[in-house]
């Protein structure tokens, strides 16, 4: 995205910064619960293109358009699956509602339209992600951490809900735990992640390599010292979590602006694994996970996917481009032109190694230590049901 930025300022000579940060894909994927890989917005269709073992094989995905769809004529469409509801949640779809959120509820197989207040938050650039147990987006946006309650939705409401404004974040590099808000946001292109229901916020100016600086959703509460998980770039990019069948994440893949890996953060470990980067290297690209695998949608519209096991992937790992889905039309006009490099083939592989090595046992980050001195509870011994039940109470009770 920076350098996307810079590219446009030299190109226009003209400082216009909103108008070239909403970018990335018209389309998106995502996978229902059952981790059926869904296709939205391909040439003004949506697939289902079942699930991970079919997809390199013959047959023609299931179209499952249907009415009270998005136009998906909105760059930088974002889709997140609610876990609890198998529902789909599609940001950036139609930009006639640019705030509006559509929910596709697929086990009913329809669609809704949600609206939103924006209340601060800029649906033009923007980083989020959707919190597991909680079913709240939380965002960052405009130097601020918002959050957006979906409750357990998977139908529209008539009020419309609004994103709130959670705090200005210390995105500081220093370890010394002084909380200053605000501290390190001038200029920070947001890269968030998500697992064990912690915003992890990576490629934040100045953090040494491996490190992100860690909000507890829990709690609300920032982190004030960085957490190492060995060994990744500080750079901006883009992040997915692995899901679990039941759960919360464990893991997110983050691949930075210039493909030349992929990375899959252990927030239990605090180990990175290298994988092999994808086959084009966009940094517009979108990406989107199962249990078992992640999934590319460049901005050329092709979609192409790196199997990956938790328990025996450690390295490298090959793409394979997923031919069976229609090309999605590709994003309107200038905003793709010049960021956008193409590898050579189909697919890629790769066998490079690495493993981060654990943090230091001096470190304070990781903490669930609040400032009001509470603790958190250890969520993934939860059952699913109970998780989400708790975890809502302790928000609501901030
Ligand atoms: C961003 O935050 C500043 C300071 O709070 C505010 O004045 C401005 O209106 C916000 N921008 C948007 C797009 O909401
Ligand atoms: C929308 O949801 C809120 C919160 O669950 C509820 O209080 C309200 O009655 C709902 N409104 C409609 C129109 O369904
Ligand atoms: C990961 O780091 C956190 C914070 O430093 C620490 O509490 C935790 O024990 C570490 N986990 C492992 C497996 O080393
Ligand atoms: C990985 O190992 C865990 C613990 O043994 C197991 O529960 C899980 O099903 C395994 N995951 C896969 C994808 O095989
Ligand atoms: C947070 O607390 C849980 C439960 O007590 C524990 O399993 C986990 O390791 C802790 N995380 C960190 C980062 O300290």
């Known amino acids: 995205m920076f350098w996307t930025l810079l590219t446009a300022f030299v190109a226009a000579g003209v400082s216009s910064v909103a108008a070239s940060t909403n970018q990335g894909p018209t389309a998106c994927v995502s996978f229902d619960i059952n981790w ?4 939205f917005g391909f040439n003004g269709k949506d697939y289902n293109v079942g699930t991970q073992d079919t997809w390199t094989s013959s047959g023609a995905p299931t179209d499952i358009t249907t009415t009270g769809r998005p136009p998906f004529n909105s760059p930088n469409a974002r889709c997140f699956l609610s876990q609890f509801t198998n529902a789909i ?5 139609d930009t006639a509602n640019p705030t509006s959120i559509y929910i596709y509820d697929a086990t009913a197989k329809s669609w809704s339209t949600q609206s939103v207040t924006a209340n601060g938050f800029d649906p033009t650039d923007y980083d989020t992600i959707l919190d597991h147990d ?17 409750q357990l939705m998977k139908v529209a409401n008539a009020t419309a809900l609004p994103w709130s404004d959670v705090q200005s974040p210390d995105l500081s590099t220093d370890t010394s735990g002084t909380v200053t808000p605000g501290a390190n946001t001038a200029g920070y292109e947001p890269t968030l992640a998500l697992a064990q229901n912690h915003v992890h916020f990576l490629g934040v100016p100045g953090l040494p390599v491996g490190d992100a600086k860690i909000f507890v959703i829990h709690f609300s509460f920032m982190q004030p010292a960085p957490q ?6 500080d750079s901006h990019g883009k992040a997915a979590s692995f899901f679990l069948d039941s759960g919360v994440q464990q893991e997110f893949a983050y691949v930075p602006d210039d493909g030349s890996a992929t990375y899959v953060i252990n927030v239990e470990t605090n180990t990175t694994k290298t994988l092999t980067g994808p086959p084009t ?3 517009l690209a979108s990406y989107y996970a199962s249990t078992s695998a992640l999934v590319q949608l460049d901005t050329a519209g092709t979609v192409a996917f790196l199997a990956y096991d938790p328990n025996t992937t450690t390295s490298g790992g090959t793409w ?3 031919s ?3 090309t999605a039309t590709a994003v309107s006009s200038s905003s793709a032109s010049g960021s ?12 490079s190694t690495s493993t981060g090595t654990a943090a230091s046992g001096s470190s304070t980050a990781g903490s669930n230590t609040t400032s009001a001195g509470m603790k958190m509870g250890g969520q993934s011994v939860f059952g699913a049901a109970l998780a989400v039940v708790l975890a809502r109470a302790a928000l609501l009770a901030l």
């Open 228 to 233: 190492n998980y060995g060994t990744f770039p």
């Open 134 to 150: 909680t079913n709240v987006f939380y965002a960052y946006s405009n130097a601020t951490i918002f959050s957006l309650d979906m």
């Open 89 to 93: 949640y599609v940001l950036n779809a």
């Open 324 to 326: 069976k889905i229609p």
């Open 36 to 39: 059926n890989l869904l296709a």
């Open 320 to 322: 394979s481009t997923i």
């Open 281 to 283: 290297q966009d940094a």
């Open 340 to 351: 956008t490099s193409t590898g050579t083939g189909s697919s890629r592989s790769g066998t």
